[in-house]
């Protein structure tokens, strides 16, 4: 279902879905996995927490 982009894009850690092979709650999943990923674990030294 997920695969590295063929390339040097894959590389850096860019992904391709195969929607059709995915059920739709794993579908509306995706946006929310991708970017737990792509948060910092941490915060950098000095950075405040946003405002909510």
Known sequence: ???PVPNA???QGWTTVR????ARN??????RLA?????PK?????QR????
């Not at 929607?19 to 995915?22: D, K, N, V, Y």
């Not at 794993?26 to 946006?31: C, F, L």
Request: charged share 35%; net charge positive.
């Open 9 to 11: 894009w894959g590389r």
């Open 26 to 31: 794993e579908i509306d999943a995706v946006p």
């Open 1 to 3: 279902m997920f695969e």
């Open 19 to 22: 929607l059709a092979a995915l």
């Open 42 to 46: 941490k915060r950098p030294k000095g």
């Open 49 to 52: 927490k946003p405002k909510r």
């Open 35 to 39: 970017w737990q990923h792509a948060v």
